[in-house]
């Protein structure tokens, strides 16, 4: 099983003999030596966990029910970049994203289920832990039904004394986890605290981790990773946000007041619910839509500004031209009206028209579209997909390839501007790469029973981040790749050299 959770090597669904020699269907979850499980979930929670399978110390059994069918599941992470793409499609006139609808409104159940469930942990006398956006799951038991929300990885911990690992070191989730941006402590921190038992000593931390982890669902967490300067208590990252940057939040809606109060310790729990469900997340997106709109019309004001200023300018030289054939054409040529600067790209706005990136940035933007046009075609037919959108998604790698090319060529050195335009770009096409793993990756089970096809969508991904690894540094280390090659190892055995 795919996207099930992170601290688990392997997740199997099938029908399980438990301890008591009973047969269940359900997840079984295989983890490495030391790690072990903490639970049981506090009853009052009314949440699934894990419990032994009576077999050996690695392997976990989650019963799920008596129904033979796999269960369909959904991270909340996933859900929300649904959301962000839809409004950011939304925002550019090629969808509608109408308030309320049912992505919106499954959000909205999920993040409120959610504070429930911390709010009962507290009153029993635990937390949330390691939380982040992959590891709370919608999941509905059977494929369909009543869905719920499962925290896959809680109650988990690492010990030292009780592994068995080569190199002695703890687990990427425990040394340096890719969320530790949420979290109060560091991982280690937070291993050390579940293994003694306890629990942090600041009530609030719960509301924090909830109000930074709704942060990240709302815009993404590299962009909250990239309001804040990295180092601090987690290497390579910001350290715990305790509010809200000026201008960085581009919506006005109700939720981001509630995340600042949560942020800066002035509430607790049951506070950051009812905020909540008084202003539900999803208006954020809708907010978006509306937001984006406004600043495509706030650049076409800017841009016939500059028109009116450059005719305004004509318009003085043309007498001058008139009075003094001679001297009124040296003057204009001197100022530059006859020579007048091409216009910049959308891309790059600071960037001179007169940049050599110019026209590559135009190649690039027409390869991207035409990428984009193939994605939101195919994606609903894996066979047909593997075939259609890594090709067209290649030609986009090749004119990015092209366009950092072009910026160094001859030996020259790219300016500030365009230094940035490159950044940007490159992120933006390490973007299109997840969302495409996103959109077809997770859900190859319902899309294929042909490992094949599966494996061959896995090597094109892998390539392909791999080309794109050359301009992005921050692409090799994350947390999706790292679960993209797992999975290729897991299911399709190691590479050929």
Known sequence: MKGWGSIGERYTFGSFQTAEDALISGVRCTVASGVVYLGPVPPATGMRGWQGDGQDLLHFLMPLGDDPMEPSHQSLGALARVLRERAESAARGEANLVPGDEDQRRLDWAVDRLVEIAQR???A????????????????????GKPEIILTDWGFAFQQSLSFRPDGDAPQWVRASPWAILWDATPEEMNQIALEGGRPPD??????????????????????????????????????????????????????????????????????????????????FVDLVEASRREVEEERHRQRLRRRRLSMQLGVGIPLLLASAAGGFLALKASGLFDPEPPSHPLCPTC???????GALEQFAEARGRAEE???????????AVGAIAPARDGQLDALAELHRVAIADGRTPTEAERGCLAKVSRGTTDDLRRDYDRLFRRLDGLSDDPRTECELIDKLISQVEVVGQFDPELASADWVAQLKETRRWNCGDPEP
């Open 203 to 284: 009530d609030r931390t719960d509301s924090r981790t909830l109000a930074r982890l709704l942060a990240c669902l709302l815009v993404g967490r590299e962009a909250v990773e990239s309001w804040f300067e990295p180092g601090g208590r987690h290497p390579g990252r910001g350290t715990p946000f305790a509010g809200l940057p000026e201008g960085r939040v581009r919506t006005s809606a109700g939720i981001w007041p509630v995340l600042k109060k949560a942020l800066e310790g002035r509430s607790g729990l049951d506070e950051l619910g009812a905020g909540i469900r008084a202003n539900p997340p999803s208006g954020h």
């Open 374 to 384: 193939v994605v939101q075609a195919e994606q609903g037919d894996l066979a047909r």
């Open 125 to 144: 006398g635990t937390w949330l832990g390691q939380v982040h956006l992959d590891n709370v799951l919608i999941v509905e038991p059977g494929g369909f």
């Open 121 to 123: 942990m507290r009153d």
């Open 352 to 358: 001179p028209g007169s940049s050599p990136l110019t």
